[in-house]
Each structure stands twice: as C-alpha cells, then as structure tokens.
C-alpha cells in the first residue's frame, strides 16, 4: 500500500493509495486496511453504498490483491441483463438449448474462471436466478441451459449493491439465503460527504487524469473554487467529483480552474453564499488552510461545541476533529 505525503497547509495530511483508491481520511483509510485482509481470502464479499462511491473499483482492488490477480476479473451489471436472459449470461447455454440457440455459449462463470466474477446491483437479479446463483456458491459448480451434466467453477464472486439491503429483504427482492451467503465479508462504502478530507486529495488527482488526457496544463483550483468543491453534498458521490473536474478541465481557458468552470447545479445547490455568512470576515484570498479552520470553528459554534455532532456534519471521526481543533488552536467555545 503506497504512501505519500503533501507539502504544506490543509493538503499535508499523510495520504494512502490501494489499487487506484486514494485515501487520507481516517474511514477510507480504515477501509483499505480492510480490503488488504479481505483480498488473501477466497470469501465471498458484499459491497454495499451510494450510487458512485466506487463499490466497482473496490471490488477490482480486492481482486488485484488477491492470489487470483493474474486471472480474469469480470463485471456484470446486474441491472442492465434482461430478465430473460440471465441464467444463460450468468451460465450459458447449449446448441438448441432454446430458439436462436445456433451454438454453445459459455456464461459468465465460466469466463471467470479461476478468477473474480462481479455482481453489480445483485438485488436486480431475479428471484429463481438467485436460488439458482446460490447453488453455484454452494456447491462450486454450474448447469448451462439445456446441458445434462454439471461443470466444476472455481470462481471468487464479489457482489454490490446500492439498495437498502434490509428493505430488500424485507421485501422479498433479495432472498435471505443467497444475502448470507454473499455476505461473509460486508464492505460498507462511505458516501463523500462523510469523507470530506479525501475530497481535495481526489480533486486533485482527477484534474491531473484530465489535464494528461486534453494535453492541458492547469495549476490547480481558484480558492471559490476550493470552496464549492470542500462543501458541496455531492449526492453522485465521488462520480460527481471526477464529472465536475473533468468538465471544468474542458472549459477552461487559463491555468486555473475557476467557480465558473464548475457544473451550474453545484454552484446553484450549495453554498458559497451561506458559507460566506457564516464565516466571520470571509475572503476570497485565504488559503485553503485557513478556510478549513474558519469553516471548522462555523460548526463547532453551530452544534455548540458537541463534538459528535461537529465531526458527523463535517464527515469526519471525532479523533481526527480534535487533531485538526488542536492544530488550529481550536476549542468548543472558540
């Protein structure tokens, strides 16, 4: 697992990296720990979150660090098969097997063989498809359509999903045998807002993706900038950070990204004006440093100096709260 440090201010803060998964708040952090565990294993594993966390490039990352990294890693969107067409997607069918069967087709299983096999949104699956991908897991072995005899798999399976998994249980949608048996490790992924520290750390990485890939050279973000991309709610999660970069990188014309290369609901949702209220003598030309103490000490005074409910609004554990209120002299009551 890489290592890497900032220079200075806010941006100083040791951050790591897994496979592509940039990490410098204390949860993410927490979780990479737990994808390095989860990878030497041949269980199987549920990812759960948000819509645009990155469930796919965990489940990748457990993957490559996996005995199996040589072999193949394939994903399947759920949600995008066809009710009908699933038992053969997920494990073939035979020449004749039903009309338009013109020849064998191997199933996902078995293309994955001896590797990782990824079941997106795996709550979309049908009802009888899930009893029958059950069986699979238990018994390591698969039926094509219209075969007679059983084919042996070894095959990892990882599956996500973005649903309630309780409501999808209670419902009927996803069966309690199959969730258990998914679900000998569970991966819950953060939403952003719950890891605010890792967002300039991201920002900054996806604007050095997209700089390379326009052939661009941009220095960084304005500090507006800085300041919608620190407080916005992103509900599209990290997806909606890298779209936003990567539209601002295609915009704009000098080497600094500006508030005006950002997408307009972000400007328009949330927040520069409240934040701008409820920052005592807010200007244009602090530093991201000095934003991140005002901003703290707004909220501190909001929740009156509750650190729980301080640490929560800001997406951050208390420890690191009171790291950062200590390096910035903060106290409740400042």
Excluded at 25 to 51: C, H, N, P, Y
Excluded at 272 to 291: C, F, I, K, N, V
Aim: hydrophobic share 35%; with cysteine; glycine share 8%.
């Amino acid at each position: 697992m890489a290592r890497e440090a900032g220079t200075g201010g806010a941006e100083s803060q040791e951050f790591e990296m897994l496979q592509g998964i940039l990490a410098r708040s204390s949860k993410m952090k927490r979780l990479l720990r737990l994808i390095t565990k989860i990878a030497s294993t041949e269980s199987t594993v549920l990812i759960t979150g948000e819509s645009g966390t990155g469930k796919e490039l965990v489940a990748r990352a457990i993957h490559y660090e996996s005995p199996r990294a040589s072999r193949a890693f394939v994903p399947v969107n759920c949600a995008a098969i066809p009710e009908t067409l699933f038992e053969s997607e997920l494990f073939g069918h035979v020449r004749g097997a039903f009309t338009g069967a013109t020849g064998m087709k191997r199933g996902l299983f078995e293309q994955a063989e001896g590797g990782t096999l990824f079941l997106d949104e795996v709550a979309e699956i049908p009802p009888l498809i899930q009893v029958k991908l059950l069986r699979a897991l238990q018994e390591k072995e698969i039926r094509r359509i219209g075969d007679h005899s059983a084919i042996g798999v070894d095959v990892r399976v990882i599956a996500a999903t973005n649903t309630d998994v309780n409501k999808a249980l209670e419902s009927g949608q996803l069966r309690d045998d199959l969730y258990y048996r998914l679900n000998v490790f569970q991966i819950e992924l953060p939403s952003l807002r719950e890891r605010r520290d890792d967002i300039p750390l991201l920002a900054r990485y996806f604007l050095e993706r997209y700089c390379r890939r326009q052939g661009k050279q941009i220095t960084g973000f304005s500090r507006e900038a800085q300041l919608y991309l620190l407080q916005h709610d992103y509900p599209g999660n990290v997806r909606e950070l890298e779209n936003a970069v990567e539209r601002a990188v295609t915009l704009v014309e000098g080497d600094l990204i500006t508030e005006k290369e950002l997408p307009p609901d972000m400007i328009q949702r949330r927040m520069l004006r409240p934040a701008r209220e409820g920052l005592a003598g807010y200007s244009p030309d602090w530093t991201l440093r000095e934003l991140e103490k005002e901003h703290i000490k707004a909220v501190l005074q909001k929740y009156s100096g509750n650190l729980s409910r301080t640490a929560s609004s800001l997406g951050v554990s208390r420890s690191t709260l009171w790291r950062k209120m200590r390096g910035y002299g903060l106290s409740r009551v400042s």
